[in-house]
């Protein structure tokens, strides 16, 4: 076994900058044998050799082979109909109470409550179980656990999930402010933070990180990927929209102001008031099947990512913290900044004498 006073000695030296031939002079006049050098040498030759080796491992992994790559759009969505109707029941169930929320606070509304209690209580539930709704979805996609289960997680781990988000958009928010590039690059690499929050449980910082580590090398076929659905969520929308305005625009106007809609004549406010209402449906209606639809579209192809880079799920976190961290404390310094501004912004306007 190599003598471990020697492996040091030859060490030192070279973190000295000596080169090897002067510790072998020095090791040998202290009377070391030269089977005992030439055994710590070759020790240290190997120790070199696995641990380029481990490195040149971690970078072939790192960067994507032309063989493996990201599932196609047109496989994606295949994949992720298949998953959202196998789910159907559990999805549902899942988005049912953020859904019933907000069907709550258009009634306030509409009943012009005004009270801030209310309000503030409403607010706050309703930021609560959308943000535990998300984690719930993500648990189920993983686990197949079904309502309760999904949802007992995602309340016991709400405010870390909060916290990971908080330091996600912080450091966005701080790319933004050094150069719009990196902001828009950290906006799409940290995109599959819940996934790695979950399914690896990282927790903060360590969440946006890892996520941008299975994206590195796949950035751009990350972004087209992302891009498709929002795409086609929009085209839905304005479909959705253009057909409501036209349903609830006027066909005729007489001259009580009366609107006609096929051969129904409602007042402007009542027409108004109906497309409003329709307008609101149709998005809970989108909301209940385009979130989960969404959820399950990220999970594939982080999926894909796991499978390209396997040796990222059971290891820890490489990239060093520190410029996020002060990419961080830069989008808290905005944030700041901002609110004061904007406070000062609207209520100057409260102090300034009346004409």
């Not at 953020?98 to 509304?109: D, G, H, Q, Y």
């Not at 700041?336 to 004409?355: D, K, T």
């Amino acid at each position: 076994m190599p003598d471990q006073e020697i492996i040091d000695y030859i060490k030192n030296s070279r973190a000295m900058g000596a080169n090897d031939e002067a510790a072998i002079q020095k090791l040998r006049g202290v009377g070391h044998s030269e089977k005992d050098i030439n055994e710590a040498l070759a020790e240290l030759t190997e120790t070199k050799e696995v641990m380029m080796r481990r490195a040149s491992a971690m970078v072939e992994d790192l960067v994507p082979h032309p063989e493996r790559g990201l599932d196609p759009v047109r496989v994606l969505f295949k994949k992720t109909w298949r998953l959202y109707l196998d789910r159907f029941n559990a999805f549902t169930a899942i988005m049912a109470p953020p859904v019933f929320l907000s069907l709550v606070a258009a009634f306030i509304t509409h009943a012009k409550v005004n009270s801030f209690i209310v309000s503030a209580v409403l607010f706050v539930s309703m930021g609560i179980v959308n943000l535990a709704s998300s984690l719930a979805l993500i648990y189920e996609l993983r686990n197949k656990t079904g309502f309760a289960e999904s949802y007992a997680y995602a309340f016991k781990n709400s405010v870390y999930f909060l916290w990971a988000n908080v330091l996600s958009w912080l450091i966005v928010l701080g790319g933004f402010v050094l150069l719009i590039i990196p902001g828009i690059k950290y906006s799409l690499s940290f995109s599959f933070l819940p996934f790695t929050f979950v399914g690896e449980n990282e927790r903060g910082l360590s969440a946006s990180l890892k996520s941008k580590e299975y994206v590195y090398g796949f950035w751009w076929r990350t972004f087209w990927r992302i891009i498709a659905v929002a795409l086609i969520f929009i085209f839905i929308m304005v479909v959705i929209g253009s057909s409501i305005n036209f349903l609830t625009s006027p066909r005729a106007v007489d001259l009580d102001n009366t609107r006609c809609v096929g051969v129904r004549c409602i007042s402007a406010g009542a027409q108004n008031t109906a497309g409003g209402y329709l307008t609101f449906l149709v998005m809970l209606l989108l909301q209940f099947i385009y979130v989960p639809f969404l959820m399950a579209y990220l999970y594939l192809i982080y999926k894909n990512f796991t499978e390209i880079k396997p040796q990222l799920v059971s290891a820890p976190v490489s990239a060093k913290k520190d410029f996020y961290i002060f990419c961080a404390i830069l989008g808290v310094i905005f944030t700041i900044l901002y609110v004061f501004v904007w406070a000062m912004f609207v209520f100057s306007g409260q102090f300034l004498p009346a004409n």
